[in-house]
């Protein structure tokens, strides 16, 4: 056998829907993020961006255990002194449900340059409607 090496011209990308509906956050992405970075394929290079397009549908619907959705606190700050903000899992769902997710999948991903590329290449949705029909997404389930 050889060891398979490969680059940005060898790499077979394709396009996956994922339906979050009544999954847990964190197992959900913990999933959709090996399949962003490639783990999954038996060609997986670590510094090669060969992981799939992942669409990500139903992220309204994604479940968080235990009383994650008034403890959970997610942190940003604004860059002026004293500006950090706070939000609970519970506001961040009623203002904007799909950034749960993108920001639990770009947490997983790595923090450099391949990991900025790796994070254009998921999309969350709200609802189980999709702009990437052209794409001829296959769908799977996890």
């Known amino acids: 056998m050889k060891t398979i090496s490969l680059n940005v011209n060898t790499v077979d990308k394709k396009w996956v829907v994922v339906d979050a509906a009544d999954q847990v956050l964190g197992r959900i992405a913990t999933k959709v993020a090996a399949i962003i970075r490639g783990k999954t394929k038996p060609t997986f290079t670590p510094h090669v961006d060969c992981g799939d397009n992942v669409i990500i549908i139903n ?29 609970t899992a519970k506001e961040m769902r009623e203002k904007k449900p799909s950034s749960l997710l993108k920001k639990a999948i770009q947490g997983m991903l790595p923090k450099n340059r ?28 996890i």
């Open 59 to 87: 992220a309204a619907k994604v479940k968080l255990t235990g009383a994650k959705w008034d403890q959970k606190i997610y942190y940003h700050h604004t860059g002026f002194p004293g500006g950090i903000k706070s939000a």
């Open 114 to 141: 391949l990991g900025r590329v790796l994070a254009g290449n998921f999309r969350v949705y709200d609802d189980d409607k999709h702009p990437h029909a052209a794409q001829n997404p296959e769908t799977i389930s």
